[in-house]
T-cell receptor, first 114, second 116 residues
């Protein structure tokens, strides 16, 4: 079955530091890949996505590139802010017929300190 | 963008009582909605897939008689936790896809259930 593995946190960075959260996946076919962000006490919000190999998703300064050769979708941001403190989830959605389900990684908690 | 609204955001109930959580798609029709449970510091665990007009599909290990799901319309799915116990305390989140393949999922705000 499908699975997502992301680096365990928590990750603590100083403001303006560079962020990388690693994510690798196992899936058959050509899944779509997502990063979701969860702020304290809230549901999940889509941060970015990529639907095919070599696609780069980007939003709010965050980027991730769909690497099929390494089955990875690492999240990066060049300069984090305190407001980026949240839990980040990598997820995939299968490519089979009726593939609505999302498979999530365990989440990585990011804390950015001033 | 599309919005999924979940209600209530927080609920405290006594052991043995039942609690209903609503999930609404506000500006689109959702034939399929999903219910997740999130344990502290853990990922989302898919509990069940809610299908409009038919029975929900439960994941292995999820008690269908305890977690009743009703998807009576294209914009509303409800999760009822029956005879709640303290171990049912958790964060419950619903989601829905607006369209067909390769569209994003929209999530509700989540419901923090505390059973005392």
């Amino acid at each position: 079955g499908n699975s997502v593995t992301q680096m365990e946190g928590p990750v603590t960075l100083s403001e303006e530091a560079f962020l990388t959260i690693n994510c690798t996946y196992t899936a058959t076919g050509y899944p779509s890949l997502f990063w979701y962000v969860q702020y304290p006490g809230e549901g999940l919000q889509l941060l970015l996505k990529a639907t095919k190999a070599d696609d780069k998703g980007s939003n709010k300064g965050f980027e991730a590139t769909y690497r099929k050769e390494t089955t990875s979708f690492h999240l990066e941001k060049g300069s984090v802010q305190v407001s980026d403190s949240a839990v980040y989830f990598c997820a995939l959605r299968g490519s089979g017929a009726g593939s609505y389900q999302l498979t999530f990684g365990k989440g990585t908690k990011l804390s950015v300190i001033p | 963008g599309a919005v999924v609204s979940q209600h209530p955001s927080r609920v405290i109930c006594k052991s043995g009582t039942s609690v209903k959580i609503e999930c609404r798609s506000l500006d689109f029709q959702a034939t399929t909605m999903f219910w997740y449970r999130q344990f502290p510091k853990q990922s989302l665990m898919l509990m069940a897939t809610s299908n409009e007009g038919s029975k929900a599909t439960y994941e292995q290990g999820v008690e269908k008689d305890k977690f009743l799901i009703n998807h009576a319309s294209l914009t509303l799915s409800t999760l009822t936790v029956t005879s709640a116990h303290p171990e049912d305390s958790s964060f419950y989140i619903c989601s829905a896809f607006k369209g067909q393949a390769n569209t994003e999922a929209f999530f509700g705000q989540g419901t923090r259930l505390t059973v005392v």
